[in-house]
């Protein structure tokens, strides 16, 4: 089988008993870099020697097929450099090619930055999304941020220490100077850093200069309050096109959060003042 196996994202201490075990007997480890595979063997005290194989990036592609093939005859350890393969890290083209081929793909849970980022934001954690790394080109990474203008739910992002700067400043002015913000640095190492602020005030302050693994939490978008006059007209919209009242009423209130009795009495006294 393909083994996804979590790896520490920083203090070694994390590596669960799992990980310790598998690796200590795999025949096959599919690393993003082998060097760092080869350290954190060496971190973790295993004396086996897998044969290692590079997966990363550049490479997933061609060598999905061949992995697939090996992993029908021996088992098949995936590791990214830190966290959990396929989040933002290689991996998916893999786990695709082998569910087409039918080879059996499982995981071994662990550590992930963005679940530990999420955790110690003090943002809401009950819907959330993550949106990996926002794009390198100033216009395309305002456009991304525009089409999340709205989003509700809390977000996950991660940054590069060199682009971190520009990328609080154009959540500021896209999202707006107030909108709620946590970037989370070096999480679980020694000089971890979890500064919370808007997103105006941590844009001057990684404009000195920031280091480390960064991953960033963005509050949703604030609730906007719905218009009855504008929700009225939906309700209205989607009568004349031949929805029943009660359902149309119904469907605008889980969209608006409105009363659906209030939109359907609202409904019937405007037919009722509609001329004849």
């Known amino acids: ?44 005290g295993i004396a086996n020697r897998p044969r290692l194989i590079a ?13 697939v093939e090996l992993a029908r005859e021996q088992d098949v350890v995936v590791l990214s450099d830190a966290g959990m393969p396929t989040v933002s890290d290689p991996g998916f083209h893999l786990v695709e090619a082998a569910a087409t081929a039918g080879v059996t793909v499982t995981a071994l849970p662990g550590p992930s930055a963005v679940l530990t980022a999420l955790a110690v934001s003090g943002l809401p954690t009950d819907r959330f999304t993550f949106e990996g790394f926002l794009p390198r080109k100033p216009g395309e990474r305002s456009s991304a941020l525009r089409a999340l203008a709205t989003e509700p739910r809390t977000m996950v992002f991660f940054e590069s220490p060199n682009r971190l700067a520009a990328s609080l400043a154009a959540m500021a002015e896209v999202l707006g ?9 070096e999480l679980t190492k020694l000089f971890e850093e979890v500064r919370r602020g808007t997103a105006a005030e941590l844009a001057a302050w990684a404009a000195d200069g920031v280091r480390g693994e960064i991953a960033v939490v963005v509050a949703g978008a604030p609730a906007r309050e719905a218009d009855p006059e504008t929700a009225l007209e939906q309700v209205l919209a989607l009568v004349a096109s031949g ?20 939109l359907y009495q609202a409904a019937l006294e405007h037919k009722g003042r509609a001329p004849r």
């Open 1 to 44: 089988m393909i083994i996804l196996a979590a790896t520490p994202i920083g203090n070694l201490g994390d590596a669960t008993a799992r990980l310790v075990e598998v690796l200590g007997a795999a025949p096959v480890v599919a690393a993003e870099d082998t060097r760092v595979a080869q350290r954190l063997l060496a971190g973790l």
């Open 55 to 67: 997966l990363h990036d550049h490479n997933e592609r061609d060598k999905a097929a061949e992995l």
């Open 177 to 185: 100077d107030e909108r709620r913000v946590v970037v989370c640095r």
């Open 243 to 262: 929805t029943r009242l009660k359902d149309a009423a119904a469907e605008v209130a889980e969209a608006t959060g409105l009363g659906r009795r209030d």
